[in-house]
């Protein structure tokens, strides 16, 4: 059965785009059909990653009804579905979030999974990405502060009475200064579904405008999201980084 997931956050700068596209197509590594969605109207980021700021149909032409949302689909090199939102400020002031819930349902005809890629915080914007979810990923980093804003960000799912499938840890260092995971569990109450080691190698598929499950298979996020894709397959996978890995990825 087709679900939509959106992946949310307390706080932006957590990685929380770069998780919705890797573990979009990590999923769909594994044979299944995915959409990934940017319903970050305000701000959207999914073009940006991928080379594809500006695109003929976006996602804003179809809240605004002005076309349909097979308009809007546009396929990655990994075949993975895409449906960018608009940069126009115009554009982004004329439509309606609450359709996105709609939008999933058709969405859902053609992919096992949709992707949504909500605004940071708990704003309006978010809150739509939020209802129109069949269950929730949190992303946060080890810190704090960003903890605190994902406890807030779970309470008000609860609130919605929206499924939260777990917790994504991003940018783990293994520092004495970060927060344990047990930590982390134990305040959110919450299980955390897995944890991207910080890796430069995110920085540069972002600058090659593209997935690091496209530009370095092999990187240890990349390994990560591929891992965290197959436990919520239900999937038995484990890849090693091999030597010649290990030391690439070091310089």
């Known amino acids: 059965m087709a679900s939509i997931i959106t992946i949310t956050s307390g706080k932006g700068g957590v990685g929380k785009t770069t998780t919705a596209i890797n573990l979009g197509i990590a999923l769909a590594g594994f044979g299944r059909e995915v959409v990934i969605v940017d319903a970050n109207l305000s701000t959207p980021n999914i073009g940006l990653h991928l080379g594809a700021p500006i695109v003929p149909i976006s996602l804003n032409h179809v809240l605004c009804g002005e076309a349909s949302i097979s308009d809007a689909v546009y396929e990655h090199e990994s075949g993975t579905k895409i449906v960018p939102s608009s940069l126009s400020i115009k554009l982004m002031k004329t439509v309606e979030g609450e359709k996105l819930k709609e939008v999933g349902k058709k969405l859902k005809r053609i992919a096992d999974y949709v992707i949504y890629d909500s605004a940071a915080g ?7 990405a939020m209802n129109a979810a069949d269950e929730l990923i949190i992303v946060t980093n080890p810190e704090i502060p960003a903890v605190t804003d994902a406890l807030k960000t779970s309470k008000v799912i609860n609130d919605l009475n929206k499924k939260i499938k777990g917790v994504i840890v991003t940018r783990l260092r293994n520092s004495k200064t970060e927060m344990p995971l047990k930590n982390i569990e134990e305040m959110l109450e919450l299980p955390i579904l897995g944890t991207i080691p910080e890796d430069k190698n995110i920085q540069a598929a972002i600058f090659a405008k593209n997935a690091i ?17 197959a436990k919520i397959l239900g999937i038995n996978y484990k890849e090693r980084v091999g030597f010649w890995s290990r030391l690439f990825n070091s310089f």
Do not use: W
């Open 122 to 128: 708990l704003g309006e914007e978010a809150i739509a």
């Open 213 to 229: 499950l496209c530009t370095h298979p092999k990187s240890k996020a990349s390994i990560a999201y591929k891992t965290i894709a």
